[in-house]
């Protein structure tokens, strides 16, 4: 375990992200705070994960149980830094949708019928 206080500084410490989720993980954090922390992220593709995740935009996704596909990517990364950069870039700028003010502007733009 590690104090809440010390993840921010871990995840800057790391380049790649493996999130091998087996269930339906609904909404992850855990992703959006990797993706701002700059990580690549190496994911299966489970519950709400595809609304955050995009294979080859701003991540890699393997199926569920599928650990040679999983091996595979984090190869490609290794090997492939224009790839690990592009990740990284579409990463930090896709998580910015869900900061908590743009969600917020979201749901009232919802509720008062001016959502586009």
Not at 4 to 25: C, Y
Not at 100 to 110: D, H, L, S, T
């Amino acid at each position: 375990m590690v104090p809440r206080e010390q993840v921010k500084e871990l995840m800057k410490q790391n380049g790649v992200f493996l999130f091998p989720v087996m269930w339906d993980e609904p909404f992850s954090i855990a992703l959006l705070e990797a993706m701002a922390s700059g990580m690549v992220v190496v994911s299966t593709n489970t519950g709400g994960t595809p609304e955050i995740l995009r294979h080859r935009v701003n991540a890699l996704i393997f199926e569920k149980g599928n650990y040679e596909e999983c091996a595979a990517h984090i190869k490609e990364l290794v090997g492939d830094e224009l790839l690990y950069e592009r990740l990284r870039q579409n990463s930090l700028s896709d998580v910015r949708k869900f900061h908590i003010q743009n969600m917020v502007e979201k749901i009232e733009r919802q509720l008062d019928g001016s959502y586009d």
